[in-house]
């Protein structure tokens, strides 16, 4: 587990499929034991008790610790956490969604075959392993795709030029669904590759970086909206140090021609792959030159279901206005951005939310509206009315760059 710090608290996190027979199939946990056959047993009774009653538990709540349950045609699927009392439901999805994207959701509704079904689904814990990790204590999680479900985008200079590039790319391959990741954040895509739920593209991306070693992929998943119940190809192959081309395919083309395609086509935009790559962490051109006290940011167009997001916004040194004492090192940044982006979500679609945090040696600005998610992040020492001010330009700049792209 984590050192359970002031900003990292210990969290366990407990996660099992149980078929209606009340056995386990796939039983998890993170950084611990998986529960013995005898909690399994009891958290089987508790949900079949209930069912037996004609009435249906979902949740269970102690001050610190949560269970949640939840039918799954004739199986049941258990998260049980201990160290966190706020929202698991849309963990739950995603974590049942990750299973469906090795096996299918026809072997994990009907578990046909259950020892099968207990093999393929080891093949998912990498990726469990990242969803959960990116909750609990992920010191190091630069992205925000899995907290927020919408893709992070990266709008470098030559995003024209790149998004050009790819659409050539998707016509010689005969795919409709292609996109240049650079840093794991999509530079240029396809416009159905951007009809993939945020939650599909959380997962692709989460794949891509339980296999970051490797230059050149093509392997059969099931994406839960797309394509549950067959499987499509998910290739991709890497131009250069952090730029990845990736697609989804059918039986054609063939990974030979998959990776010669993409060599061939993108030799003539080196430039801008090498653009793309040095964007980040950045991830705005250069001409976005946001105010010196501008720390972290987070915007979500909600939308386009896009965001963008940084925890360094700024290119060259920079010199406060007013003295400062404290600036909190760029990974708390970002994992407070995260936490902030729970908080927002949580909050009643019918209201307009706006609020201002001190904690942690900073000041955070939060906004949700219909259009957007806003989190700016700023010294301790800044003024509300300056933060206020200054955030309120940064969401505009960057809400109108995310819809340019």
Not at 34 to 58: H, K, R
Not at 166 to 175: G, R, W, Y
């Amino acid at each position: 587990m984590n050192n359970g710090n002031k900003y990292f608290p210990n969290i366990q996190f407990d996660i099992v499929l149980i078929n209606p027979s009340g056995i386990p199939v796939f039983n998890y946990s993170y950084k611990n034991k998986p529960l013995p056959l005898a909690v399994v047993g009891t958290l089987f009774g508790i949900y079949s008790y209930c069912s037996s009653n004609n009435s249906e538990i979902q949740n269970a709540k102690g001050a610190m610790s949560q269970t949640l349950w939840k039918q799954l045609k004739d199986n049941i699927i258990v998260i049980a956490v201990n160290g966190y009392s706020g929202n698991l439901n849309p963990y739950l999805d995603l974590i049942y969604n990750a299973l469906l994207f090795y096996v299918g959701s026809d072997a994990l509704e009907s578990m046909r075959s259950q020892e099968l079904l207990r093999k393929n689904l080891k093949a998912s814990i990498p990726l469990i392993d990242w969803i959960v990790k990116g909750f609990v204590d992920d010191l190091n999680r630069e992205l925000c795709v899995d907290a927020t479900l919408a893709p992070d985008c990266m709008i470098s200079s030559d995003k024209r030029i790149l998004q050009q590039t790819v659409l050539e790319f998707a016509t010689e391959i005969q795919s409709f669904y292609v996109c240049l990741f650079a840093s794991y954040r999509i530079a240029a895509a396809t416009d159905d590759w951007w009809s993939l739920s945020g939650e599909e593209i959380a997962l692709i991306v989460g794949y891509m970086r339980t296999e970051k070693r490797a230059e050149v992929k093509d392997v059969p998943v099931y994406l839960h909206i797309k394509s549950p119940q067959m499987a499509v190809r998910l290739m991709w192959c890497r131009l250069s140090l952090n730029c990845v081309l990736v697609a989804l395919c059918g039986l054609n083309p063939t990974l030979d021609v998959f990776i010669s395609t993409s060599k061939n086509l993108f030799k003539k935009c080196i430039s801008s792959l090498k653009n793309a790559e040095s964007t980040y962490p950045f991830n705005v051109p250069p001409h976005i030159i946001l105010d010196t006290i501008v720390l972290g940011y987070l915007v979500m167009d909600r939308e386009s279901n896009r965001a963008v997001s940084s925890f360094c916004p700024h290119r060259q040194p920079v010199k406060f206005p007013f003295p400062v004492k404290v600036v909190l090192a760029p990974f708390v940044r970002m994992k407070l951005l995260r936490d902030a982006v729970r908080y927002l979500k949580e909050i009643p679609e019918t209201e307009n939310h706006e609020s201002f945090r001190r904690c942690c040696d900073h000041l955070s600005y939060y906004i949700k509206t219909a259009k957007n998610i806003g989190v700016c992040q700023f010294p301790a020492e800044t003024s509300v009315t300056l933060a206020r001010k200054t955030a309120n330009s940064v969401i505009k700049t960057l809400d109108e760059l995310l819809n340019r792209t």
